[in-house]
């Protein structure tokens, strides 16, 4: 096996790169993911998830981890209400009794980001997990890499694997290619104990989804664990539109005010969001890379996941791209196909890079509809399936 005798570093304990050490973990490889995270109870920020059948389910099923993912998963989670600027239902699904259909193509089950990282995590040795170490630097060393942290530890890796998001510092290693504003900005807000905070959103919500569309914009949230709700306000705006506002994302106030103004056409019940979410709020430039990208291969060196191909999160594939992107690169590494690693690095990324530009494709051309004069129609027509 060529991976006998080497030591793997994954930077980044997100989905890709937990599922991945589970995969080589699993073989017996010696590997370790060093998360910048100071322990495992750290807050995690985002939407709850939808797996898909081919991607982040199948990377779970050869984790042995799909049982586990039953347990765990939030059934109803996926149900969808769609709605106008008015929170005039014009379609819901909520009333379908839809039944577990684990191995169907159309069964998207959602779990909670950090209820998954929390499965992931218990599924690996405890000493694999090298937690509150944030990535600095790295130098060549013999055939591998000594990697330097910001506490001022060294470690030295045969393989480095980038799963580290979109602001990777592992990708400028291997490319300088970098990625583009979609035109598109999201602002992120949490609220704790919705039904009690929020209930009529709560009474909409139903434990589901809900997307709603008005004006060339967008309020997006689901239900998340513990009574929790994550939504989204996105709009299209210019380049660096957080800078050039002023706007101070921790101040609730100035926040609400600043929603009444932009968000002025929409019914009053959506200000509940702004009235209770929790300081402060996420501004997500909704980035992609190029879907023509490409690299060189390095025998010691490769990325996955946001790392190596951040896209839009319009058509849900982020996570199940990055977790795919672990399951195929861990076949590829421990196969006997390849004559040496670089050969399975650059067949994995040939074939990751084809598959991610198709997704990217897709998400930002869903952006562009979701943000579109005639959303709600082309929105209502997809779910409806008329």
């Known amino acids: 096996m060529r991976l006998e005798n ?35 109870n750290a807050r995690v920020q985002g939407s709850p998830l939808d797996l898909h059948e081919h991607s982040g ?11 586990e993912f039953r347990k765990n998963y939030m059934e ?45 995590i218990d599924a690996l040795d405890a000493a694999c997990i090298v937690w509150n170490r944030q990535f600095v630097a790295m130098q060549k060393q013999g055939e591998g890499w000594l990697l330097n942290f910001k506490d001022g530890t060294n470690e030295y890796a045969d393989i480095v694997i980038g799963s580290d998001g979109a602001n990777s510092k592992i990708r400028p290693y291997l490319t300088h290619v970098q990625a583009f504003y979609s035109g598109i900005t999201m602002l992120e807000g949490n609220i704790y104990d919705a039904e009690k905070k929020v209930p009529k959103i709560s009474a909409m919500l139903r434990g589901g989804k809900i997307m709603a569309f008005g004006n060339q914009q967008n309020i997006l949230m689901g239900q998340k664990s513990n009574g929790e709700i994550g939504f989204y306000a996105s709009f299209k705006a210019e380049a660096h539109w957080a800078e050039k506002s002023g706007l101070d994302f921790s101040d609730k106030s100035e926040m609400l005010e600043w929603f009444k103004t932009a968000y002025s056409e ?3 019940i959506w200000q509940e969001l702004f009235e209770h979410a929790a300081m402060p709020y996420i501004v997500r430039p909704i980035n992609c890379m190029p879907l023509n990208q490409s690299w060189a291969a390095m025998p010691n060196l490769t990325i996955i996941g946001d790392a190596a191909h951040l896209m ?16 195929e690169l ?9 004559n040496d690693i ?17 997704k990217a494709k897709e998400s930002l051309e869903n952006g562009e509809r979701m943000h579109s004069e005639n959303a709600l129609s082309v929105m209502t027509s997809f779910f409806s399936g008329t």
């Open 6 to 40: 080497k030591k793997i570093a994954i930077i980044g304990g997100g989905p890709g790169g937990l599922t991945l050490a589970r995969l080589l973990q699993q073989k017996n490889i010696n590997v370790k993911v060093y998360e910048r995270d100071v322990d495992r």
């Open 76 to 120: 109803g989670a996926d149900k969808t209400t769609i709605t106008n600027e008015q929170a005039e239902i014009v379609f819901s699904d909520a009333e379908n009794k839809q039944e577990e259909a684990f191995g169907e193509e159309h069964f998207r089950p959602e779990i909670d980001r950090g209820v998954l990282r929390s499965i992931l």
């Open 312 to 327: 839009p999160p319009f058509a849900g594939e982020g996570a199940n791209m990055a977790m795919l992107d672990a399951l």
């Open 57 to 67: 389910l199948a990377a779970l099923r050869e984790a042995g981890l799909l049982d």
């Open 330 to 338: 861990s076949r590829m590494l421990l196969s006997e196909e390849y």
């Open 266 to 268: 929409w019914n009053e």
């Open 342 to 358: 670089r050969h399975a690095i650059a067949h994995y990324e040939t074939e990751m890079r084809e598959r991610a530009s198709l």
